[in-house]
C-alpha cells in the first residue's frame, strides 16, 4: 500500500476520532446554542462515519464479527467471488475483447508495414539471413544430393500440387528438431512479435478499442460506472496490456509450449488425416494464386541441378539467393500478405475466441480470497477512504443543517 493510500486511511481514521472527541465534549453543553450546534454536528458526522466505516469494512471482512445475515451484509468480496469473477470474464471476453472490436481493430491495424518495418530498422532482415543461411549450409553438407534433385526436378515437373505437403512438413520440423534450428527460429518469432507489440501503432489500436469498451460497459449502469471508475485510464491500461504481452512473450515456458506444439505437430503431420487433408487444401489454395506461384518458381528456376561437386559455390547461390528472396519481399507490394495474415487471424478469432473467457475464469480461480481482497483492496482503498472522509464530513454539515432548521422553527 502506498503512502498516499495510508495517509488516506489516516486521515478517515483521524476525522472519525475529532468528530467523536467533539461529540463527548460538547454533549454537556448542548442546550446552549453553540454547544448543540456542535454537538449535532458531531454527533451526525460521527454517525456517518462510523456508518461508511462499517460499510467499507464489511466489503472485505466481517466488522466487529458480525457474520452476514439476510439484514446486515459482510464479507462481500469473498462471499460473492463467483459473482465478481462472472462478471469480469464477461466484460473481458464480449465486452473488452468482443469478437467485433477485435475485427474492427484488426482491419485499421497494417501488418504487413510492421514486419517491413522490423525487417528494415530493426535488424531483422539480417537475423533472419544469418539463420537462413545456417540452416542451408548445414543442409546442404548433409542431404543425399540425388534426393534433393529429385525433388527439384519433379517440383518443376510435376507441379506443387503433386507434391504432399504435409509429410514434407513434417521432415523439416523433424529434421529442425535434429539439429536444433527450432529454437532459434522461435527467438527470431518472439523478437518479431515483440516488436509488433511495442510499435506505436498497436497503442493507438488498443486505446479506442480499451475506451470503447469502457464506455459499453458503463452504458447508463451507475452501479458499473463506480466499478469502472477503480479501473485505469485507456491510455494507461494500453501500456499495461501492452506490458503483459511482452512478458509473456519474454517466458520460457511459452517458447517451451510452442517447441512442444511442433513435435506433436511433426507427429501428426504423418498419422493424422484429417490435419494432412487441411494441409493438401491450404496448398491448392496457395497453388491457385498465380503470383504466388511464379515467385516460388522463378526462384526455383534458377537452383542448381547437380551439387555433389559444387559445395562451396552452392553455399555462396543459397546466400545471394536468400538475400535476394528478403530483398524482394521488403521491396514487394504486401497488400497481398496483409490480407492473408489478417484473415487467417479473423478465422482464427471465431474459432478460438471462447477461450479468452476460459483463460482469464482460470487465471482467477488460483486467487485465494485473501489474495484477491488484497487486490481490490489494494488498487481500490484509496478512494474507499475518501468516502469515509465525505461520509462524515456531509454528517455532520447535514446535522448542524438540521439543528439550524429546528432551532429557528422552534
Not at 475529532?18 to 456542535?38: D, K, T, V
Not at 458480525?66 to 464479507?75: E, F, H, L, V, Y
Not at 534450428?181 to 527470431?188: C, K, R, T
Not at 497481398?336 to 479468452?356: A, E, F, P, S, V
Request: charged content about 20%; proline content about 3%; hydrophobic content about 45%.
Amino acid at each position: 500500500m502506498t503512502n498516499t493510500k495510508k495517509l488516506n486511511y489516516l486521515k478517515a481514521d483521524i476525522t472519525l476520532l475529532l468528530l467523536s472527541i467533539g461529540f463527548f465534549i460538547s454533549y454537556p453543553f448542548h442546550s446552549s446554542f453553540a454547544g448543540g450546534l456542535i454537538f449535532s454536528g458531531c454527533s451526525a458526522g460521527m454517525i456517518g462515519g462510523l456508518a461508511d466505516w462499517f460499510a467499507v469494512n464489511a466489503l472485505f471482512r466481517k466488522p466487529l464479527g458480525i457474520k452476514p445475515n439476510r439484514i446486515i451484509r459482510t464479507d462481500i468480496i469473498a462471499r460473492n467471488r463467483q459473482r465478481i469473477f462472472n462478471a469480469l470474464v464477461e466484460m473481458v471476453q464480449n465486452e473488452l475483447l468482443s469478437k467485433e472490436n477485435l475485427k474492427i481493430q484488426l482491419s485499421q491495424y497494417n501488418l504487413s508495414e510492421a514486419i517491413n518495418e522490423y525487417l528494415t530498422l530493426h535488424k531483422g532482415q539480417e537475423e533472419l539471413e544469418e539463420l537462413l543461411i545456417t540452416l542451408s549450409q548445414d543442409t546442404m553438407e548433409n542431404i543425399d544430393p540425388l534426393i534433393l534433385n529429385k525433388f527439384v526436378d519433379g517440383l518443376l515437373r510435376e507441379g506443387i500440387e503433386n507434391i504432399k505437403l504435409a509429410p514434407l512438413l513434417a521432415k523439416i520440423i523433424n529434421f529442425s528438431l535434429d539439429k536444433n534450428y527450432l529454437e532459434p527460429l522461435i527467438d527470431f518469432l518472439f523478437k518479431l512479435l515483440k516488436v509488433l507489440v511495442k510499435h506505436p501503432q498497436t497503442n493507438q489500436v488498443l486505446i479506442p478499442l480499451i475506451q470503447h469498451a469502457y464506455d459499453h460497459y458503463e452504458g447508463n449502469n451507475s452501479a458499473r460506472k463506480i466499478v469502472s471508475s477503480f479501473f485505469p485510464s485507456s491510455v494507461d491500461m494500453a501500456e499495461i496490456v501492452q506490458e503483459k504481452l511482452l512478458s509473456l512473450l519474454d517466458n520460457p515456458a511459452i517458447h517451451l509450449k510452442l517447441k512442444s506444439y511442433l513435435e506433436y505437430l511433426g507427429e501428426e503431420l504423418n498419422i493424422n488425416p484429417a490435419l494432412q487433408e487441411k494441409i493438401e487444401l491450404a496448398k491448392e489454395r496457395l497453388v491457385d494464386n498465380q503470383n504466388i506461384y511464379a515467385l516460388i518458381t522463378s526462384y526455383l528456376s534458377g537452383f542448381p541441378r547437380k551439387i555433389s561437386t559444387e559445395n562451396r559455390s552452392l553455399a555462396l547461390w543459397f546466400q545471394k539467393f536468400i538475400h535476394n528472396i528478403l530483398n524482394s519481399l521488403i521491396n514487394f507490394n504486401l497488400s497481398n500478405l496483409d490480407n492473408l495474415i489478417k484473415t487467417k487471424l479473423n478465422d482464427w478469432i471465431d474459432n478460438k475466441h471462447d477461450k479468452i473467457g476460459g483463460i482469464v475464469r482460470d487465471n482467477l480461480d488460483q486467487l485465494s480470497n485473501e489474495t484477491l481482497i488484497q487486490l481490490i483492496e489494494g488498487k481500490a482503498g484509496n478512494d474507499l477512504q475518501m468516502i469515509r472522509i465525505n461520509g462524515s464530513l456531509t454528517g455532520g454539515i447535514v446535522g448542524i443543517l438540521i439543528y439550524l432548521m429546528t432551532y429557528f422553527i422552534s
